[in-house]
């Protein structure tokens, strides 16, 4: 066994991302990823995954065996002492993730108007994976006989309750997601964080969906809604999915590989709950700041985001 080319690569947040091309006896290399998590002691509070670090390598398994395109995963090692904390090891697919770069790009030019069926077609697949067994059943997800929507609109009122001063918008759109919650027709895997800057694209279109940590059990027209969602449109707010174009090419391909018919009225309504979760994200971006847990100027930029979400969110209610 042979390791070459070893290179850090950006992003990451608090995990350690590299490139390694690894050989086995006399194959070619492999071009992988290595994922490593260098504080074991925290890894439960990095991921929403209820199976932590481990537990991501697993759902990863899993999605790709359903035929999502998801890097295919290959080994991975809870032991922190073998690289100093838990790390596995996936495909290395290569491409674009930076937003700003997939809509200017020349050569991404056709894959902009092919993406938005690519990712409702995917979304499908990723829908398609059973999670009653063993592989996916130990995700998080609604309890208390709540369903999802239900367990969502209290995390925005536990947001509401975190803000450093008067949010009213957001208070004003909690009030009207309690009074308006649809039912849940179906449950299934959600990725969680479904969006432009999650995924790799080449020239021929999407080749890859990362950044698994958020997923969980849920409502499928969950993941639909948030890449329709205003802030991951970044600017281009006339095009609904993911500031590349219509909504009703992206939710019919999903529907034919899905088989699963959509109900427009809840992806609404899940528009309305992805605003308004942005703006509790962008809350506790900013108690982070002024608690002194995370003090940078970054921090600080972001959690003044706020303001730009709540009109966002007084726009979509003015539309209803």
């Known amino acids: 066994m042979g390791v070459a080319g070893l290179r850090r690569l950006v992003g990451g947040s608090s995990r350690q991302v590299w490139a390694v091309d690894v050989a086995l006896g006399d194959a070619a290399p492999l071009p992988l990823v290595l994922r490593i998590n260098p504080t074991p002691v925290s890894v439960s509070s990095l991921t929403a995954t209820a199976g932590g670090f481990e537990g991501e390598f697993r759902l990863l398994r899993a999605v790709h065996a359903y035929g999502a395109p998801v890097p295919a995963p290959h080994w991975s090692c809870e032991d922190p002492e073998v690289l100093g904390g838990p790390f596995y090891l996936m495909d290395r697919i290569e491409g674009e993730t930076i937003p700003r770069r997939i809509y200017r790009a020349e050569d991404l030019e056709a894959a902009r108007g092919l993406l938005p069926e690519q990712l409702g077609a995917a979304l499908a697949r990723i829908h398609r994976a059973d999670i009653s067994g063993d592989e996916l059943g130990w995700l998080p997800g609604p309890t208390g006989g709540r369903s999802s929507p239900e367990e969502q609109v209290e995390s925005i009122e536990r947001g509401l309750s975190a803000s450093p001063g008067p949010a009213p918008v957001l208070a004003l759109a909690h009030r009207w997601l309690a009074r308006n919650v649809p039912p849940e027709r179906d449950r299934t895997l959600v990725h969680g964080d479904f969006r432009i800057g999650n995924v790799i694209v080449g020239p021929e279109g999407l080749r890859a969906v990362l950044d698994w940590e958020l997923a969980h059990r849920g409502d499928p027209?969950?993941?639909?809604?948030?890449?329709?969602?205003?802030?991951?449109?970044?600017?281009?707010?006339?095009?609904?999915?993911?500031?590349?174009?219509?909504?009703?090419?992206?939710?019919?391909?999903?529907?034919?590989?899905?088989?699963?018919?959509?109900?427009?009225?809840?992806?609404?309504?899940?528009?309305?709950?992805?605003?308004?979760?942005?703006?509790?994200?962008?809350?506790?971006?900013?108690?982070?700041?002024?608690?002194?847990?995370?003090?940078?100027?970054?921090?600080?930029?972001?959690?003044?985001?706020?303001?730009?979400?709540?009109l966002d969110l007084l726009e979509l209610l003015e539309e209803l």
């Open 221 to 310: 027209h969950e993941d639909l809604a948030w890449m329709c969602t205003k802030t991951w449109r970044f600017g281009r707010v006339d095009r609904p999915v993911g500031g590349l174009g219509p909504r009703e090419p992206f939710y019919r391909a999903y529907e034919k590989e899905s088989g699963r018919s959509l109900d427009r009225d809840a992806l609404r309504y899940w528009e309305v709950l992805g605003s308004a979760k942005v703006a509790v994200v962008w809350i506790f971006q900013v108690q982070a700041w002024l608690s002194g847990a995370n003090r940078s100027v970054e921090q600080a930029a972001i959690g003044r985001r706020k303001a730009e979400t709540e």
